[in-house]
Nanobody
Framework: VQLQASGGGLVQAGGSLRLSCDAS????????MGWYRQAPGKERELVAS??????KRYADFVKGRFTISRDAKNMLYLQMNSLQPEDTAVYYC????????????WGKGTQVTVSS
């Protein structure tokens, strides 16, 4: 299964972007779907996640600014508002394998760059 993330780009501080991740190749709905990010020289970190029961979790550094959502076609979204330069990173989607709980699929990242 290949995940395709899109929607990244260059935006000024205070701007918005909406990331999308296409996991429609999965025949069944995964429980866990999430967004991670990795800035240069830093570890990859969880940004937000959503379960099949619509339980959402956010990292403290994005609370109130980012919103994660998913739909019945296994599309995953991340609405990012009030972007700041420190949000600059490559963003990756991460999806749990519906058939193997311990296995996750990673999408190719999409670059988000926020200028000051």
């Amino acid at each position: 299964v290949q995940l395709q993330a899109s929607g990244g780009g260059l935006v000024q501080a205070g701007g918005s972007l909406r990331l999308s991740c296409d996991a429609s190749g999965l025949l069944f709905s995964p429980n866990f779907m999430g967004w991670y990010r990795q800035a240069p020289g830093k570890e990859r970190e969880l940004v937000a996640s959503v379960t099949s029961g619509d339980m959402k979790r956010y990292a403290d550094f994005v609370k109130g600014r980012f919103t994660i959502s998913r739909d019945a076609k296994n599309m995953l979204y991340l609405q990012m508002n009030s972007l700041q330069p420190e949000d600059t990173a490559v963003y990756y989607c991460n999806v749990q394998d519906p058939f193997e709980a311990g296995h996750y699929y990673w999408g190719k990242g999409t670059q988000v760059t926020v200028s000051s």
